[in-house]
């Protein structure tokens, strides 16, 4: 997966100094709309993953719970998000719609919360991650067998300490991507 971060960008919605219109796109309808959008999702008492799911069954994938998070952010594009805004205005009339006939209505609508839940956040204390620096500095591959010492010394899940490692590593990928990117 790649990730994109579009506040960098100055070709997204929200970051648009420019004129309010950019290829024919009112970008000043685009964000009044997306506002809106949010207000009216959260006065129905939907989450994003709700809308998300909604619109990928009927939609497809591209209207993910992540799809709907970055037009309420603007973190979008003008096209895209000229692309994703009649969508959403015809499945909010709907959803609006089946709240005014009874709750039961919408849930049968946009379905339920999916029932598996996220492990929660690891949070690591600080001589745990002073111990997991020092030793990425030596390593950044650790074998599975040194996660597994490391998980067992830490008494963390050998999984949390996998995962460490690898966004570890993408940070320092990322790191030096900026430094190459910024030095002229």
């Not at 993953?49 to 952010?73: D, H, N």
């Not at 009874?102 to 204390?125: A, C, Q, Y």
């Amino acid at each position: 997966m790649i990730c994109v971060d579009y506040l960098s960008l100055p070709d997204t919605v929200g970051n648009s100094t420019e004129s309010t219109t950019v290829d024919g796109i009112n970008l000043d309808e685009i964000k009044e709309f997306a506002r809106q959008f949010k207000i009216r999702r959260l006065s129905l008492g939907l989450t994003q993953t709700q809308v998300g799911q909604a619109l990928s069954a009927t939609e497809g994938p591209a209207y993910s719970q992540s799809a709907i998070c970055r037009f309420e952010k603007l973190d979008i594009t003008p096209k895209s998000a000229q692309k994703i805004k009649p969508v959403l205005e015809r499945w909010m009339m709907e959803a609006e719609e089946r709240y005014k006939n009874g709750v039961d209505n919408l849930t049968d609508f946009i379905g339920s919360e999916p029932s598996k839940k996220r492990k929660r956040r690891t949070s690591f204390t600080p001589q745990a991650l002073d111990v997991l620096n020092q030793y990425f500095e030596r390593n950044t591959h650790p074998s599975g067998a040194e996660m597994t010492d490391l998980s067992e010394k830490l008494n963390y899940d050998r999984e949390v300490i996998r995962v460490w490692f690898c966004n570890k590593r993408q940070a320092l990928k990322n790191t030096i991507k900026k430094l190459k990117h910024d030095t002229p």
